[in-house]
């Protein structure tokens, strides 16, 4: 199966930003369609943002406008580019593929990458 590693997490300011990254060590081509997923103290895990093999992006609405996701299928890397953030983002962030519709995740969880947003 294909094991996902993620990074670029750490303690920024509110209004910083970071770049997360998610490395595949299989195709992320044939996967499919690709997710960053986020969890929260005390909270589900939820999916914030999502991009298709062709790069059709969806996002919650709750970072819609701040965040960008992407893909490099050469690479079998996933992005996720996070401005303007805030202390409602922290969370230990993951990708993973995605199974359509019902959203949940098609492959084992990774270690994730924690975001603390904290002035």
């Known amino acids: 199966q294909v094991q996902l590693v993620e990074s670029g997490g750490g303690l920024v300011q509110p209004g910083g930003s970071l770049r997360l990254s998610c490395a595949a060590s299989g195709s992320i081509f044939s996967i499919g369609t690709m997710g960053w997923y986020r969890q929260a103290p005390g909270k589900q895990r939820e999916l914030v943002a999502r991009i298709s093999v062709g790069g059709r992006t969806n996002y919650a609405d709750s970072v819609k406008g701040r965040f960008t996701i992407s893909r490099d299928n050469a690479k079998n890397t996933v992005y996720l580019q996070m401005n303007s953030l805030q202390p409602e983002d922290t969370a230990v962030y993951y990708c993973?593929?995605?199974?359509?519709?019902?959203?949940?995740?098609?492959?084992?969880w990774g270690q994730g990458t924690q975001v603390t947003v904290s002035s």
């Open positions: 993973n593929a995605v199974r359509i519709p019902t959203m949940s995740p098609l492959l084992s």
